[in-house]
């Protein structure tokens, strides 16, 4: 069985118990803390309650489904289900199939390095952090622009959109694929 | 194999992860971190931006039942996506795209193939099969064109593009794509609109050729 590592967050844990443990509880647990947070993220493009909830249902489906691709050195859960709930919104509410990058290599280890996850974890708090202090209408636009209201001409012409930065504040990540693709090598 | 040194640009990264770019340029760009570490690093990077808004956007509360319904549903039988991995030169996305088949090309005049994708309004992605010392015909687009090398490169007059470069040209930029020597170069190329070719093919011909 595998230990939750230390102090990373109870999210991270419920997320670990699911995948390696198909635990049902963890999985409630998720879903109290992120359904109502995903109805109102795709309430605010406009969608109505009832298709709202079927989009939920859907991604906490897929949460439960593809709990063996969730790798805590590589996604925080709320940015793994974030993903999963684009893509989800694309499908139903554009009709279109979105095309994605193909997974990388293997499963994810069934033992994660708890100071990766820790760390990515920290880096994760500090970007949620700088974006609470944006200005009022800077922040609206980077809500904008991630809850997929923002065509790609707007986003360009957006000069001072923090946006561009965001890779550079989550300096770990390119840094961890390179050392997984050593791995894998 | 030589690094890439084209990647996708800051905005159209952005554009991609959160979702807000058109199908055939989401290909494209799918495409190129299928092959690009630094990219897909941005990429993951901007989830964490996303999982942040998701996390602070605000809460709905939900129906009552919703919650047992799900739970319901954990066991219930679901058929999972079919997933297409990398298959020689083509990408894993580009592979869903030809639904798991090799490219039909076909030819479009002095050796150059394309094999189309898909083209719709809001644009269009094909590969293109160009032999080497070919220049693509001479062509110029209305909008956003994004050309991702898979075998081989190609050289313009903005620099020289190998396997995994991501060429992104505007309404501003004429130009002209050449094959350099060595393998036929195969390109994966979107645009917002069926290209207009000057020279190659009579402009009456184009709906027939979708060119
Ligand atoms: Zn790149």
Redesign the pocket.
Same mark, same amino acid.
């Given at each position: 069985m595998t230990q939750p590592p230390p102090q990373v967050s109870a999210q991270t844990t419920w997320m670990l118990a699911v995948r390696d443990q198909r635990d049902r509880d963890a999985f409630a647990a998720l879903f109290d803390h992120f359904a109502p947070r995903l109805k109102g993220f795709i309430m605010r493009s406009g969608t109505g309650s009832g298709q709202a909830e079927e989009i939920v249902q859907e991604v906490m489906l897929t949460v439960w489904r593809k709990a063996g691709q969730f790798d805590p050195a590589r996604a925080q859960v709320s940015a793994w289900v974030y993903q999963i709930a684009r893509n989800r919104q694309i499908d139903v509410i554009r009709k279109e199939n979105r095309p994605l990058p193909e997974e990388l290599g293997e499963a994810p280890e069934a033992e994660p390095d708890a100071s990766q996850v820790l760390a990515l974890e920290q880096e994760a708090a500090q970007l949620q952090q700088a974006l609470a202090r944006l200005k009022p209408d800077q922040r609206e636009i980077i809500e904008r622009a991630y809850l997929g209201e923002l065509t790609h001409q707007e986003i360009s012409t957006q000069t001072g959109l923090p946006l561009g930065t965001i890779k550079s504040r989550i300096r770990l990540g390119l840094e961890r694929l390179r050392h997984e693709l050593k791995e894998l090598r | 194999m030589t690094a +890439?040194t084209?990647?996708?640009p800051d905005a159209l990264l952005a554009a991609y992860a959160t979702g807000n770019l058109p199908e055939a340029y989401a290909l494209v760009v799918a495409a190129? +971190?299928s =092959?690009? =570490?630094?990219?897909?690093a941005?990429y993951e990077a901007h989830q964490v931006g996303g999982g942040a808004v998701l996390e602070t956007v605000g809460a709905e509360a939900v129906s009552e039942d919703l919650k047992s319904n799900v739970l319901d549903l954990l066991d219930a039988p679901y058929r999972p996506q079919p997933t297409y991995p990398r298959a020689g030169v083509y990408p894993g996305p580009v592979m869903e795209a030809l639904k798991g088949k090799p490219p039909s090309w076909k030819s479009v005049g002095l050796g150059v193939r394309q094999s189309i994708l898909s083209s719709g309004r809001d644009g269009s992605v094909r590969l293109l099969y160009i032999p080497p010392g070919q220049a693509m015909p001479d062509h110029s687009h209305n909008g956003l064109e994004l050309t991702l090398v898979l075998q081989g490169s190609f050289s313009d007059s903005t620099g020289q593009f190998g396997v995994?470069d =991501?060429e992104v040209a505007d309404h501003d930029l004429e130009h002209t794509p050449t094959a350099d020597p060595g393998a036929p170069c195969i390109c994966l190329a979107a645009t917002d609109a069926p290209l207009r070719f000057r020279s190659l093919v009579p402009r009456l011909l184009q709906p027939l050729f979708r060119i």
């Open positions: - | +890439i084209h990647h996708v190129h +971190i =092959l690009c =570490l630094e990219c897909r941005a995994g =991501l």
